[in-house]
């Protein structure tokens, strides 16, 4: 008995306090917008591969380079964001299974190897082997682009960051961003069947997000009290209500409203503006739902 009263009367309380203010700032909302489009573009090279292969003869050597530098853009804010960044080799040289960031961080770095070896493989023109590859690359492409949803989850006191729901808005976000920088990139070196294909995923992509945010939006509030407090800053006159609004907008809506318009019209200029517009306003509507959680004071 007296041995576990000592031991209790020497415990060493490292952290005894909540962290005050905002802890994840816009580098990680830059870091969610790289890696997306960086998924993404290779979301979408598969499917073109798959659906029109005839046309991604010049798209493969451009979307590799593509995916390799919004990856290392990803890479890169991800260490500027760590408390000590000049410590990051530690992941690897003493790596720990059970923390999402060890396991992300490594994913990415196979990642980011297997586009290197695209970018080889196109260059040389080697196109079975590059599709070859580019098959393992979409594969890792999806838990690379769920890593975020994961690492978000497990924040405790954080009930708007469901796991089913953000990884379901991760893979959303890739697909709408790799459609839409794919549109902006191959231009006329897509036919009109292609760029139709590519519009199509935008379209639906932007249409199951912006339905997920408003069931959070509306019906959000009947999960937890904590939802509901944290929903409270874009609601009424909450002081993120008019960037979410926009975002919403300059993401989802306009760009569904203007693909109808594009196919009506055949114009390619009304589907790149929808493209421009969705990869602006997914910078804005991911900041948006990073910063609102962490305003809701812990005490």
């Given at each position: 008995m007296?041995?576990?009263?000592l031991a209790a009367t020497n415990a060493v309380v490292t952290l005894d306090v909540a962290l005050p203010g905002i802890i994840w700032p816009w580098l990680v909302t830059v870091n969610m917008w790289a890696k997306s489009i960086g998924t993404g573009v290779i979301f979408m090279l598969f499917m073109l591969v798959r659906m029109h292969p005839n046309e991604v003869a010049k798209l493969r050597l451009p979307t590799a380079i593509v995916a390799f530098v919004?990856?290392?853009?990803?890479?890169?804010?991800t260490l500027a964001d760590l408390h000590q960044?000049?410590?990051m080799w530690h992941i690897f040289v003493h790596s720990n299974w059970t923390s999402s960031i060890t396991v992300g961080a490594w994913m990415a770095t196979i990642f980011l190897g297997l586009l290197s070896l695209l970018a080889l493989l196109a260059y040389k023109k080697e196109d079975v082997k590059f599709d070859k590859v580019l098959l393992w690359t979409t594969i890792l492409a999806i838990p690379v682009t769920l890593y975020t949803a994961g690492l978000m989850?497990?924040?405790?006191?954080?009930?708007?960051?469901?796991m089913p729901t953000e990884s379901?808005?991760?893979?959303?976000?890739a697909l709408l961003s790799g459609s839409a920088f794919m549109i902006l990139m191959g231009g006329n070196k897509l036919s009109e069947e292609a760029k139709n294909s590519l519009g199509v995923v935008l379209g639906l992509s932007a249409l199951m997000a912006f339905i997920i945010y408003m069931a959070e939006y509306i019906f959000g509030p009947m999960k937890a009290e904590e939802v509901a407090a944290v929903l409270d800053y874009v609601k009424g006159d909450g002081p993120y209500t008019v960037m979410f609004w926009i975002g919403q907008w300059m993401t989802y809506l306009l760009p569904m409203l203007l693909i109808v318009l594009s196919r009506a019209s055949k114009s390619e200029s009304i589907l790149k503006l929808a493209a421009i517009l969705a990869l602006v306003g997914l910078a804005i509507v991911k900041h948006v739902w990073l910063m609102i959680p962490q305003l809701l004071p812990m005490s």
């Open positions: 007296a041995h576990e009263i919004f990856i290392n853009i990803f890479l890169l804010f960044p000049f410590r989850a497990q924040c405790t006191a954080r009930e708007l960051w469901q379901a808005q991760m893979i959303l976000a």
